[in-house]
């Protein structure tokens, strides 16, 4: 007991080691440890430094991976959660020549929604955090939703910029690059913005080279004077302000390149010749070079080589300077640190279950095995059982709660978006007509009476909505108005079922997603004008991660409560056990009196329950024990049993006189049967004595070669015997081979003397068995039970139509340490009849005569290529090639069987259960 208690105590040990362990690392315990690579979800940004390393932001701005040229991830950056369970985003980043990486962390409340505060922060080139630069705090007088007011990090000669949209200004800041850097950033220039514009993206550094878009969809050029001059729409130029420039950079020549999801286009613009916009990408150009482009979520950059970097939710792709598109790159691949460490980690993991297992057993199989308090016992079985119970119970009851839940949650988003129409004025909403509105009156009251609803409360009930007013024009739903300031005005939405539903039918329709974001919840309405006309949509969702909040306090309130009950349980089942055992403690003793040998001892139990009536057993049962003992000291009987010495090993016994019947222990052995061909015909020419000699010289001859090579003899046949190899399956083989040479000689010798030659069958095959101990007490008998015996059998009977003297199957091939040094040919696979499975065989020739064996060996190579014809069903081509074999071998049987079904199948075709296989009766 002291060597399982402490057994238990060094398995508690590793467990807790190896959870510390994985608790460390249980970032990397997500990855599967035979995944060869990583695809890539939710992308929103990439960039490339001098060395031609990727940087880009995946899985919905919450990780930053660093590849190598050769797209082998190098390392992540996870976001952090806060400490009241906000969530932090990357939402732009840029990198120097040092490796050094600068990105914009955005902190968003627990429901991704609302900005809480944004940074500059710089990392370290082995992807370590190195310190914060530059911090923009928000409260709810300046609300900002997914997007905060830094913009475009960018390292330029050998300092960094970024700007901070002030509403009505935009301000230019740098700080030094590199490692020995560490004083805070400062403006270098401020640009005032025209009266109602408001800032969406911004690139560039010096005064006159800075450009800026708006929320209404120009481009501004800003000038060291501190002005800004309109360079796209220009007046005259072919496009409407529907065509919005989205994610603006700046090349290397000082060109524009921007997105335009209205025509699904990147154009390029030289602010030399504005009014020449030339299309770098569209999906004409996309689908040339072999790769699709979805303009959903697409985001570009410019990387060190000039190549502008194309980034959608799944691929990145390069258009390189000569206008080819490369290929999609859709995934990073793991490099073989990260997998061997994968594979240590869930190493690590499955021991710990093994570990727990072994504690489990050593719980209940060796201490509960012990001589324990039955108190104990039942603690460490009841307790375990109540905890499970628990759990079911509380998994019972929060399914059904979160279904009601979801079912309130859904009938909350669908009431607030049917008071949509109550809040957005549809005739109004008709009279937004493009990005110009952006922020005007009729914008700003749509705003104020949405946030009159849903921002009013700030009980935890009622956060994290997310709204989003639609227009309908002309079969397409744009954008107006959402709580993520990273879109845009009359950016047209994916159609939909559902959408589809409310703007064709006007009924509301609810539905669930999952994104890279979280998994949400929402509802969807019409909005109506004054003529009953549907203008628009009005969705309110809700992500999940909310509901789940309330569905953790619910939980745990449930697992407190049934804690509660079960201890309570505990407790009162205690007190019952000690209670009852007191009868059980007076059972124990009578019953170690009688133990002792005294039979006269009586069991006094008043409980009158089953433990009483135990007790009128237990004194009945001794008083039949004392009859029987009187009984047994008159007589005594013993058993002879005989059980074959060779069996005697391998059942683990020192002496015969430890074999008991139902002895048995399972071996993989090979198994050999020997026969004599046309022994029936033969005997019959014999007397009774000459068949017994015959038999006894025949096995006396062959039988040793069985011993030589570790071989069993365990029965005689009659006219042959079953042999056991358990060591290798070569000497096995050897054995068979050596026995066909000897009936040579035996032949030889028999023909001196006048009599004819014989000949015999060998089967071979290697599988498990079972030896165990048969019979009955008075007789015992050592035997094999298994299918291979039979199998081996049915081989041996094969030989003959087979033309083989040795007829192994694929599983002694298989077995073979070095099958290099025998000779054998494939046969194919055979069905056999009464076996629903076909037969992989292989014909042995090495032992036969040399005439045999040289024409065989001759023509293995035409055979066995014949045998793969006949097994694809190219049954003129086996033909052929198996009367190549005949020409050559006349006395080749297995060709010769082969031919002709060969030649029967190609001209009358084969029959429906034909599977490649040769029938052989």
Known sequence: MKKSIAALLLVLLLLGAAGTYLSLNRDSFTLWPFNQSMPFDGLSKAVSDHQNNLFVIDNAKKTIHKLNSQGVLQFSITSETGKNGEVYRFNDMAVDDQGYLYTIRTLLDPYGIAVKSEQIVRYKPDGQFDRSLFTEEYDSQTKRYRLGSLRNVQVREGMVYFFNDEVHQLTLYQAPVGEASSSEPKSVYTIKLPENKYVSEADGYKPGE??????????????????????????????????????????????????????????????????IIEGLVNEDKAKASGVELAFDATNSSIGQDGSLIIVETAQINRRLPDGTITPSMVEAQYSEAVKTKAILLWSIAIAG??????????????????????????????????????????????????????????????????????????????????????????????????????????????????????????????????????????????????????????????????????????????????????VGVFETSKNLDGILKHRQLVLQSIIRNIAFISIGLLLVLFL??????????????????????????????????????????????????????????????????????????????????????????????????????????????????????????????????????????????????????????????????EMRKELDIYNSHRAKVGYKAVDFGIGLHKGPLRLGIIGEEQRLEGNVISDGVNLATMLEKMTEPLGA????????????????????????LIQVEGVKEPLHLFDVYQGDPDTVRTLKDKTKALFEQAVTYYQVGRFYDAREAFLMVIKQNRQDKAAQLYFYICDEYFQNGTTAEWNGTLSVS
């Open 210 to 275: 800075i450009y800026y878009s708006t929320r209404s969809g120009e481009i501004y050029r800003a000038f060291s004077d501190g002005r800004s001059e309109l360079v796209y729409p220009l007046p005259g130029l072919d496009r409407t302000r529907r065509n919005f420039p989205e994610s603006l950079h700046l090349d290397n020549q000082g060109r524009l390149i921007f997105i335009d999801f209205n025509s699904k286009s990147i154009s390029r613009l030289d602010p030399k010749q504005p009014y």
């Open 353 to 534: 279950i093994l570990l727990v297992l072994y504690a489990i057993k050593l719980v209940f199989f060796n201490l509960l095995q012990r001589r324990l308090p039955l108190m104990m016992k039942q603690i460490f079985i009841l307790v375990p059982v109540i905890a499970v119970s628990m759990i079911l119970l509380s998994t019972v009851i929060y399914t059904s709660f979160s279904t009601k839940m979801e079912e309130e949650t859904f009938s909350e988003l669908l009431l607030l978006a049917k008071n949509g129409q109550n809040l957005i004025d549809g005739d109004k909403l008709e009279s937004l007509t493009s990005p110009l509105d952006y922020n005007g009156s009729i914008y700003q009251s749509f705003r104020k009476k949405i946030q009159s609803v849903f921002d009013n409360n700030e009980q935890d009930d009622n956060q994290g909505f997310y709204k989003a007013v639609y227009k309908y024009e002309n079969g397409v739903i744009y954008r107006i108005l959402e709580d993520d300031d990273g879109m845009h005005m009359f950016n047209p939405f994916l159609q939909t079922p559902e959408n589809q539903q409310v703007v064709l039918q006007g009924k509301p329709a609810t539905g669930q997603w999952q994104d890279f974001s979280g998994e949400w919840r929402y509802a969807i309405a019409p909005i109506f004008n004054s003529a009953g006309k549907i």
């Open 576 to 737: 019952m056990t000690y209670v009852l055992l007191s009868s059980i403690r007076k059972l124990r003793n009578s019953v170690g009196e009688i133990a002792k040998g005294n039979w006269d001892a009586v069991v006094t139990i008043n409980t009158r329950d089953e433990v009483s009536d135990l007790g009128d057993s237990v004194n009945t049962m001794a008083a039949r024990i004392r009859d029987y003992i009187t009984k047994v000291e008159n007589f005594s009987q013993s058993y002879y049993r005989f059980v074959p010495q060779q069996f005697l090993r391998f059942l683990n016994k020192e002496s015969i006189l430890d074999v008991e019947l139902g002895d048995q222990v399972e071996q993989n052995m090979s198994i050999l049967i020997f026969n004599i061909r046309g022994f029936y015909q033969l005997s019959k020419r014999l007397s009774p004595e000459e068949n017994f000699n015959f038999v006894n010289s025949f096995l006396k001859r062959f039988g040793p070669y069985v011993r030589n090579h570790q071989g069993l003899m365990n029965k005689y046949l009659g006219a042959g015997f079953m042999a056991l190899f358990p060591n290798q399956a070569d000497e096995a083989l050897r054995a068979c081979i």
């Open 805 to 828: 003297s040795i007829l192994i199957t694929d599983y002694v091939v298989q077995s073979l340490e070095q099958p290099d040094g025998f000779l054998y040919r494939n046969l194919g």
